[in-house]
């Protein structure tokens, strides 16, 4: 690791091969915490390379556990996280209005590290248990469209910086990682990242796989659609630019997106939303990034009308359905 951290100290970067072998090594702890905390916290502060993140993701999907649903099209929603807003769980509660259209959903989550209340957090505290049983989660793609995926019980390798990214407490290069390592594989990506540099590396990573995605970013440092201003969607067709306004809706307040600052108040804003009992801007919030996962697996489809099958999941109770039903599989 000395090597690798004078490497970088130097304003170098490491090939795709490299970046495999480094993250394979950090995961099977070869390196001590002190060093593997360097390793972290230089990346953030330089930008990561196509080649590195590639090496990382292809060595965190490879140590994972891997979980076949070959016979479902299946989406993941989330977010990299770290962009530091403190919004409710928008991409969870859009995972389940998706799911309530009819959709089949692989939930890809962790618990916040970054942030106060990962989808995790969240899940745990309204009731769900993690499992990694390929039985129970099909019965709950069979029963509810969606399963959960808590992460740490498929790339137990991770365990080893776990804590680390607990005391450091900030985003560090696994928040790119989680979004690009969903054990289920979905054929379907609809994902937000905190930066328009990410979202082209995430683009030119996606580009060599048979995916259909829509990489997401609020131009004001959102990782999923806030309507608090423009945003762009990188998808399978090119690079688009949204205007809040040309969607039909008017910018709205960040303080309106907020999360709470503990589990139990993400919580009861999950189940206030998911209940049909959301405030315009959290309705209107929440359907758009619901539609725009729609919209990943039908691109021929117009927003609006994605957007009409987003609302109807969530105001004709699907959504909250597909919840219970998954908390009870």
Do not use: W
Not at 210 to 220: G, T
Not at 223 to 248: A, C, M, P, R, W
Request: glycine residues 8%; charged residues 20%; proline residues 2%.
């Amino acid at each position: 690791m000395k090597e690798i951290l004078a490497h970088l100290f130097e304003y170098k970067s490491f090939s795709r091969k490299e970046a495999y072998d480094i993250l394979t090594n950090i995961a099977t702890g070869k390196y001590d915490s002190h060093q593997i905390a360097a390793f972290m916290t230089i990346y953030g502060m330089r930008s990561i390379k196509v080649e590195e993140l590639g090496g990382f993701r292809d060595a965190m999907y490879d140590l994972c556990n891997k979980v076949d649903f070959s016979g479902y099209d299946l989406i993941d929603m989330c977010g990299t996280g770290g962009d530091g807003k403190n919004t409710f769980n928008i991409s969870t509660m859009a995972s389940f209005v998706v799911a309530g259209a009819g959709y089949h959903v692989a939930k890809h989550g962790n618990v916040g590290v970054s942030s106060g209340c990962g989808s995790s957090n969240v899940m745990e505290y309204l009731g769900y248990t993690f499992t990694n049983d390929k039985a129970v989660l099909e019965k709950q793609l069979e029963t509810a469209n969606i399963c959960f995926l808590h992460a740490p019980l498929f790339h137990p390798a991770m365990k080893t910086v776990a804590p680390i990214r607990k005391a450091l407490a900030v985003k560090t290069f696994f928040n790119m990682l989680g979004p690009l390592t969903n054990p289920a594989n979905p054929k379907f990506q609809s994902v937000g990242v905190f930066s328009l540099e990410l979202a082209r590396l995430y683009a030119y990573l996606y580009q060599n796989t048979e995916k259909q995605y829509s990489i997401i970013h609020a131009l004001d440092g959102y990782d999923e659609i806030s309507l608090t201003g423009d945003f762009k969607v990188i998808n399978n067709q090119g690079e688009n630019y949204y205007t809040v306004e040309e969607l039909g809706f008017t910018e709205v307040n960040a303080e309106d997106l907020t999360g709470g600052d503990s589990v139990e108040q993400a919580a009861k804003t999950f189940r206030q939303i998911i209940e049909g009992n959301g405030t315009a801007v959290q309705n209107n919030v929440l359907l758009t990034n619901a539609a725009f996962g729609i919209k990943t697996f039908h691109p021929e489809k117009s927003f609006g009308d994605c957007y009409y099958e987003a609302e109807t999941s969530l105001l004709g109770h699907k959504a909250l359905e597909s919840f219970k039903k998954l908390v009870n599989a």
